[in-house]
């Protein structure tokens, strides 16, 4: 049987088929497509005449289930998000929960949430980079990216009691302190990630068989990325400055001193050299936020252990290794959110796709859609 005859979304693609061309179906289960996306594709030849993303395969009503549980309780969702970097997406919810109920915030914990945040920003680009060259065909290098993104998830798993799905941060602070052997292992993965990216740099990027591969492919203009709301090292790779740590600063990110990556050709090159810069300044961030980590509190002592806001509404955004991360919580003075909005930057760096892969070769569109770094949950939420 014609495939396209068999659901809703793939008849309604199936209507503008012309008759020299056929349609492929990628996904939902298919490595190119990290996780359950479906991709519709009409093509002449191998070249691509459109494409359609099919999303809801993983969604899990997020949203809603943020109405019906308590404050605290909706904590673990938020590490079930972005898998890749949890404590984006704690840091939203705290945030936005602190910001309405006017809970204030030590400035050790603030240190400690930049550290762990830029640790676990370093293990999801590791993760990307291992990934996306196993896209390309390369199967080696994940295994150098694993080595490294492992040390990353025991130091990381010591204080937050996880490898992946962190649900660390608290209102008022943090689960626990960070101590001294927490510090010392950092500091050290610090030195031997340096002397990686050199390693990386050498093995991968200056490689002429990748440069081919992403040089000059997938290339996102900037009006392109403005009419989508693409964020992140997508947006950064296309020559737009734009990183919320610098542009509207939460915590204490406008104590260091760092740079933000851009790049202006806007193709996979640019976001795959973008991320590498980015690992760069995020062990810039965790060095001198272990130089000035002050002594105190990890947590408010005077949070409230029963948490009803007063009724409003309150937004707060992180940057995350995707992009803008947004929540937005509106309170009617209950033990529950009255509405919880999320906004993941990897629906809109997708959304762009459709436009961009006109006319793109299929090989070429394996390369772009692994260099957006797509985390499906965080879209289907």
């Known amino acids: 049987m014609e495939f396209w005859k068999e659901d809703f979304y793939s008849r309604k693609f ?18 190119a497509t990290h996780g359950v996306l479906r991709v519709l594709v009409e093509l002449y030849g191998e070249y691509i005449v459109r494409s359609e993303c099919v999303l809801g395969y993983l969604h899990r009503m997020q949203e809603k289930m943020g109405e019906v549980k308590t404050f605290p309780q909706f904590y673990p969702n938020t590490g079930r998000l972005d898998y890749a970097h949890a404590l984006a997406w704690n840091w939203a919810y705290v945030g936005a929960v602190e910001k309405l109920a006017g809970i204030e915030v030590p400035e050790r914990a603030e240190y400690i949430r930049v550290i762990t945040t830029e640790l676990n920003r370093i293990s999801s680009h590791l993760l990307w980079w291992g990934v996306y060259l196993l896209d390309l065909g390369a199967f080696t290098p994940v295994m150098y990216a694993f080595e490294d993104r492992e040390i990353l998830l025991d130091i990381l798993q010591k204080i937050t009691g996880s490898r992946l799905t962190y649900t660390y941060f608290r209102f008022g602070g943090v689960f626990q302190d960070i101590d001294s052997k927490f510090i010392e292992q950092t500091k050290t993965f610090c030195k031997r990630m340096r002397s990686r990216l050199n390693l990386y740099r050498d093995f991968v990027t200056e490689n002429i068989i990748f440069r081919k591969r992403v040089e000059g492919v997938g290339v996102f203009s900037k009006d392109l990325i403005t009419k989508y709301g693409a964020t992140g090292p997508v947006a950064r790779g296309s020559g737009i400055k734009y990183d919320v740590r610098k542009a509207e600063p939460y915590g204490v990110y406008d104590k260091f001193d760092f740079e933000i990556p851009v790049e202006e050709s806007g193709d996979c090159l640019a976001r795959y050299m973008v991320r590498m810069k980015e690992i760069e300044q995020s062990l810039n961030i965790i060095e001198q936020a272990l130089e000035g980590l002050p002594e105190g509190d990890f947590r ?82």
Do not use: C, W
């Not at 199936?14 to 289960?29: F, H, S």
């Not at 005077?302 to 929540?327: D, H, M, N, Q, T």
């Open 300 to 381: 408010n002592k005077k949070a409230p252990k029963i948490l009803k806001p007063p009724p409003g509404e309150a937004y707060f955004s992180v940057e995350s290794a995707r992009g803008k991360v947004g929540i937005y919580v509106v309170s009617d003075g209950g033990l529950n959110p009255y509405r919880v909005k999320l906004r993941s930057p990897t629906y809109s760096n997708l959304s762009l796709l459709n436009e961009a892969s006109e006319g793109m070769l299929l090989a070429d569109y394996v390369a772009t859609l692994g260099s957006l770094d797509l985390v499906i949950p965080e879209i289907d939420k």
């Open 14 to 31: 199936a209507e503008k088929k012309r008759d020299d061309t056929i349609i492929v179906n990628m996904g939902p289960q298919h490595p």
